[in-house]
């Protein structure tokens, strides 16, 4: 079901989902002022993320219909401020799992006193029914990871906060029905912007951001006859527009635009699901089911 601005909602978030589709993606919040997302499975919700205080959380949450009674683990992807700030107030009343890489937790005061599990990136585990797998990114944090999800035949892929896909970013990210991937700063904004050019260089480098040309031209190797949805994540308020994303994906992948603004896009396909284009935003959540 789509709202009056075009986003996916559900109509039953509590229900139990379709035999095809196992999996739901909630984005409460995309970009620099803070960050966090929710899996949702026949079994429950697993958080990805905790960069907004407890009561901005919920008030996402309930916005999109969900019951933080039902988030079974939070896993945290780096220590950026924007991915963690909220998580300490939000695991005071969380009896769920913690899952972080290793050391992660020891980079912030606020989370080494927390009952992490650690992972080593590329490790995966189990939990809510759905298999997590994790995989290395490329960040300028100790061990960032991306994220797969897995149940019951369905997929989504998550990764934001990495300057570039390493082979295994792309080998898990492929072949899924929702692929949520960064699409950061569009190089010319960027570069002809207010940052300085030591940001700008921190940003653009290896260690940084994925720009929306990066991610465009990875999108013919990730995306599959099964993939359905695409979502352009950490969009820069500065440095991109969601449109730009939008655009530039859509031409990597032969997409048509839906209006003039460019703000999502859509390819039919011959004996395949309709694949669909649009961008997470830092202020308004979505659903995607």
Avoid at 75 to 96: N, Q
Avoid at 115 to 131: C, D, L, Y
Avoid at 167 to 191: F, K, M, Q
């Amino acid at each position: 079901m789509h709202d009056a601005d075009g986003h996916i909602r559900s109509t039953a978030p509590h229900a139990a989902p379709t035999h095809c589709n196992q999996l739901h993606l909630h984005i409460l919040g995309s970009g620099s002022k803070g960050n966090c997302a929710l899996v949702e499975g026949p079994g429950g919700l697993i958080m990805i993320d905790a960069g907004f205080s407890r009561r901005e959380t919920l008030r996402r949450m309930h916005e999109l219909d969900l019951d933080e009674e039902r988030v079974q683990a939070l896993i945290i992807t780096h220590e950026h401020g924007d991915h963690v700030k909220g998580a300490a107030v939000w695991c005071k009343r969380f009896g769920g799992s913690l899952h972080a890489s290793l050391g992660t937790p020891g980079t912030r005061d606020a989370l080494t006193a927390l009952p992490f599990e650690e992972f080593a990136p590329g490790g995966s585990f189990v939990v809510a029914g759905i298999h997590v797998q994790t995989f290395p990114t490329m960040h300028d944090v100790l061990n960032p990871v991306g994220l797969r999800f897995d149940c019951s035949g369905d997929s989504i892929g998550f990764a934001t906060d990495t300057g570039i896909l390493t082979p295994g970013s792309l080998t898990y990210l492929r072949d899924v029905r929702i692929l949520a991937l960064e699409s950061n700063h569009d190089v010319a904004l960027l570069r002809t912007g207010s940052y300085p050019r030591y940001l700008q260089d921190r940003i653009i480098s290896e260690r940084g951001h994925l720009s929306n040309a990066q991610a465009a031209e990875a999108l013919p190797n990730l995306v599959t006859e099964r993939t359905e949805q695409l979502i352009a994540m950490h969009i820069s308020q500065e440095n991109n527009r969601p449109s730009l994303a939008v655009r530039a994906w859509a031409a990597a992948l032969g997409a048509e635009l839906d209006d003039e603004l460019g703000s999502t896009a859509m390819l039919e396909r011959t004996g395949a699901p309709t694949l669909h284009i649009r961008a997470a935003g830092q202020n308004r959540p979505i659903t995607i089911l």
